[in-house]
């Protein structure tokens, strides 16, 4: 077996969470009667300090729904140029919401108060209307930046100065979470609305949950539907999220050490042109000139380990539930030997 470096999103249910999964009571989500369902989708909104949440099968589509909801076609969405909603959702926004991003260059992933002040547009007939901004944490392109939750703040403060509604994508959030040592209620308490994976580090098969008030929940429930997203006795999945926020948030910390250990190896290697901070479990690192990405990774398959060549001279790593250190030191001989 490779040991797969390529996303978080490739580990498989431990034998626990299988065995709530096969303990679930279920239902029919789409009448409101799966307890599972229920249960996962009430103990998120608690976590978060929220009022109410959606059980949705993919961060994509608890992403789109959210945009869909905050947003009229013609209006305009706020992100970085390397945000998840806008390079890697097929072009949802337009084709969901008929909305155009205006897409600023930030730091690792992320964006400024400053930044986003200067580009909401007046009200003026050329103009599209500025809506919403949303945010990601942590940052995939960034490398898996995690934002300061006092910037976060200057955000949502413009966004409130002008009428803005502020959605987070936290695919990765209880990353972000785990590595600075922020609560996820400090983080209900600024957005109007947070999707979180359960389908990538918390190691679920699928899933992702909506999080914010009640009106916009009810409103979501119904894009859900229309995106064909009602799903019926989706409580044995649900079951499998419910083990997640119970059982794997706190050992994220593991992964973010495996990712230090191997960042530290790749340091002092003479094919690695540079490397982005890590500051939790992904890494990116730059190849040197002679060095192909894609020729780098092809060598490292043959020596049994998956990662993915993210540009050309970009390779990503991304340590996850299905790392042991057995295999992070297994990584480490070969990058030392390369
Ligand atoms: C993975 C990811 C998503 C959603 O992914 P799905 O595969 O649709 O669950 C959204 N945003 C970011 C930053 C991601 O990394």
Do not use: W
């Not at 999964?21 to 989708?41: C, H, I, K, T, Y």
């Not at 909305?99 to 050329?126: C, F, K, W, Y």
């Not at 100065?161 to 785990?178: I, P, W």
């Amino acid at each position: 077996m490779p040991i797969d470096l390529r996303s978080d999103t490739v580990t498989r249910p431990t034998p626990a969470m299988l065995e709530a999964m096969m303990q679930a009571r279920v239902g029919d989500d789409v009448f409101g009667e799966d307890p599972s369902v229920n249960q996962l989708e009430s103990m998120a909104a608690r976590l978060f300090g929220m009022e109410a949440a959606l059980y949705c099968p993919t961060g994509t589509m608890s992403n789109q729904i959210a945009i869909k909801c905050h947003t009229q076609p013609g209006d305009e969405v706020i992100c970085e140029k390397n945000a998840h909603v806008y390079i890697y959702e097929g072009g949802g926004i337009a084709f969901n919401s008929g909305s155009q991003v205006r897409a600023l260059e930030g730091d690792r992933g992320r964006i400024t108060a400053e930044q986003v002040s200067m580009v909401i547009n007046p009200d003026d007939v050329h103009k599209a209307r500025t809506s919403l901004v949303a945010l990601e944490n942590t940052c995939n392109r960034g490398g898996g930046s995690c934002y300061d939750l006092e910037e976060v703040k200057k955000i949502q403060q413009v966004c409130s100065d002008n009428q803005l509604k502020l959605h987070l994508d936290g695919a990765r959030l209880f990353n972000a979470l785990v590595a600075t040592g922020r609560s996820a209620a400090e983080f209900g308490r600024v957005f109007d609305s947070i999707s979180v994976c359960l389908n990538k580090g918390m190691g679920c098969p699928i899933g992702s949950i909506l999080i914010g008030r009640t009106n916009f929940i009810r409103q979501a429930r119904r894009i859900r539907k229309v995106f064909g997203g009602g799903m019926r006795q989706a409580g044995f999945m649900a079951a499998a999220g419910v083990y997640a926020l119970e059982n794997n948030i706190d050992r994220l910390a593991q992964d973010h050490a495996h990712a230090r250990q191997i960042a530290a190896v790749l340091e002092k290697k003479g094919f690695v042109k540079s490397i982005m901070p890590v500051e939790t479990n992904i890494i990116i690192f730059e190849t040197e000139g002679g060095t192909c990405a894609k020729d780098l990774a092809q060598h490292l398959k043959e020596k049994g380990i998956l990662a993915i060549a993210i540009a050309a001279n970009q390779i990503r790593f991304v340590t996850h539930l299905d790392i042991t250190s057995e295999m992070v030191a297994k990584v480490i001989e070969v990058i030392e030997e390369l």
